[in-house]
């Protein structure tokens, strides 16, 4: 069982707010991963980072801001949520510098923006 | 056209069918993954293959580097094999990022 983990699971808020969804994993993997998946669809990488302090976007632009200050912590951050942003948003690690490496997912965080 | 395709895209099947879930992808690849997503839950890697065959309880899973195809295959299928299968590729220089097929949603009845 991997320890990655991700909370809130659910969250419903309102248009404007500032919301942080956190995602924690205790395997000491270099590379962690934002997810955006919307029902039916595919997911999409939104976001990356090799290790602390280093962050890049992915495939799918998004409004969304990470950081990355510890190995074990990559926090999502939405400045101000709008209806746009209600998806689900999943986070993942892998280990090492190769990229034949296992993703292990959290449960992911359903946001609806209302 | 989607780098990763895969088919079918909805596959209902009666308990103790053998299943298949193909998945043709377009690019370079070093590896490719097999997840299997719950309803309302997160996601756990199955496979990661990069040659060959792997197995693992019922489920099976094939790769065709040449070809550019991979299978996943259910023996026995079971209500709890129910969920989403999705094809995922690493590519060469993509540095771990993976992409993603459409997902195969999978309905096995009793």
């Known amino acids: 069982e991997a320890d990655i983990y991700q909370t809130p699971r659910y969250l419903v808020i309102g248009t404007g707010k500032k919301i942080t969804l956190e995602c924690s994993q205790t395997?000491?993997?270099?590379?962690m991963y934002w997810y955006q998946q919307d029902p039916g669809m595919e997911l999409h990488l939104i976001h990356y980072s090799y290790g602390v302090n280093s962050t890049e976007k992915g495939d799918l632009s998004s409004e969304s801001t990470v950081s990355r200050i510890r190995t074990e912590h990559f926090p999502l951050t939405l400045e101000s949520a709008r209806p746009s942003h209600t998806s689900q948003y999943l986070c993942?690690?892998?280990?090492?510098?190769?990229?034949?490496?296992?993703?292990?997912f959290g449960p992911g965080t359903r946001l609806l923006v209302l | 056209k989607n780098e990763v395709e895969q088919s079918p895209q909805n596959l209902t099947a009666q308990e103790g069918e053998f299943i298949t879930i193909n998945c043709s992808y377009s690019v370079g690849i070093s590896a490719l993954h097999w997840l299997q997503q719950h309803p309302g839950g997160g996601i756990v890697s199955l496979f990661m293959?990069?040659?060959g065959k792997k197995k693992h309880g019922r489920l099976i899973a094939t790769i065709n580097i040449q070809e550019k195809h991979s299978s996943l295959h259910i023996t026995a299928s079971h209500p709890r094999d129910s969920a989403v299968y999705i094809c995922a590729v690493i590519g060469g220089t993509s540095y771990g990022k993976l992409t993603f097929g459409q997902g195969t949603i999978l309905t096995v009845h009793p």
């Open positions: 293959l990069s040659s």
């Open positions: 395997m000491g993997h270099d590379k």
């Open positions: 993942a690690s892998s280990r090492g510098l190769t990229t034949r490496e296992t993703q292990y």
